[in-house]
Nanobody
Framework: VQLQASGGGLVQAGGSLRLSCAASGRTFSSYAMGWFRQAPGKEREFVPAISASGGSADYADSVKGRFTISRDNAKNTVYLQMNSLKPEDTAVYYC??????????????????WGQGTQVTVSS
């Protein structure tokens, strides 16, 4: 499985961005997906995750109510809609996948495949 993240950029505080993560292969609908982020000097942290079917999702407390994860299994793509962005959201954002059905995975060590990351910078 190869993952290609895109959609990052520079935005002012309060603005919005939508990240996309396109996956290769024909079994995307069998993979749980997640987004993580890593700021300079900090550990990689969980953002949101979604089950293989898209029926369940979980969010880090820091992004609840601002970020929305979704997926389109027909397009092999998972999305992260980010609204009301804050400077502390600045980080490299990574998408990840794991071959599990029916679960939402929030730990980075639970994922097998990672995208290359896309930079999100929020200016104050």
């Amino acid at each position: 499985v190869q993952l290609q993240a895109s959609g990052g950029g520079l935005v002012q505080a309060g603005g919005s961005l939508r990240l996309s993560c396109a996956a290769s292969g024909r079994t995307f609908s069998s993979y749980a997906m997640g987004w993580f982020r890593q700021a300079p000097g900090k550990e990689r942290e969980f953002v949101p995750a979604i089950s293989a079917s898209g029926g369940s999702a979980d969010y880090a407390d820091s992004v609840k109510g601002r970020f929305t994860i979704s997926r389109d299994n027909a397009k092999n793509t998972v999305y992260l809609q980010m609204n009301s962005l804050k400077p502390e959201d600045t980080a490299v954002y990574y998408c990840a996948s794991a071959p599990f059905l029916g679960v939402v995975l929030t730990g980075h060590n639970e994922y097998d495949y990672w995208g290359q990351g896309t930079q999100v910078t929020v200016s104050s």
